[in-house]
Nanobody
Framework: QVQLVESGGGLVQPGGSLTLSCVGSGFTLDYFSVAWFRQAPGKEREGVICSRLGTGGFNVADSVKGRFTISRENSKNTFYLHMTDLKPEDTAVYYC?????????????????WGQGTQVTVSS
């Protein structure tokens, strides 16, 4: 059974940093592209950053460019979202997801399995 489980969310002050983790089970992370999405209240789910299978390449949304990065630890079947210089507008529920194929994009439909989400709140 394929599962993705996020952790690491919480309350952080503006300008702070936070790292989210996503642990996969029931599949081997090496063979999939992965991504992080987020959804704020009243807004659509948006792609934040993704990591392509094998190449180490990634795509990142303009809104977080230079502040967020993604990394993998395939030996632990885990990938991470590293967030720095957090802003109140980064407040959202963050989701991890995986997809088949070498390309990665920041739109939800090709991603076939999702985590349950973890809340990130940026506030003083």
């Amino acid at each position: 059974q394929v599962q993705l489980v996020e952790s690491g969310g919480g309350l952080v002050q503006p300008g702070g940093s936070l790292t989210l983790s996503c642990v996969g089970s029931g599949f081997t992370l090496d063979y999939f592209s992965v991504a992080w999405f987020r959804q704020a209240p009243g807004k659509e789910r948006e792609g934040v950053i993704c990591s392509r299978l094998g190449t180490g390449g990634f795509n990142v949304a303009d809104s977080v460019k230079g502040r967020f990065t993604i990394s993998r630890e395939n030996s632990k079947n885990t990938f991470y979202l590293h967030m720095t210089d957090l802003k109140p507008e980064d407040t959202a529920v963050y989701y991890c997801a995986r997809k088949v194929g070498r390309d990665c994009g920041l739109y939800p439909p090709p991603y076939d399995f999702w985590g349950q989400g973890t809340q990130v709140t940026v506030s003083s």
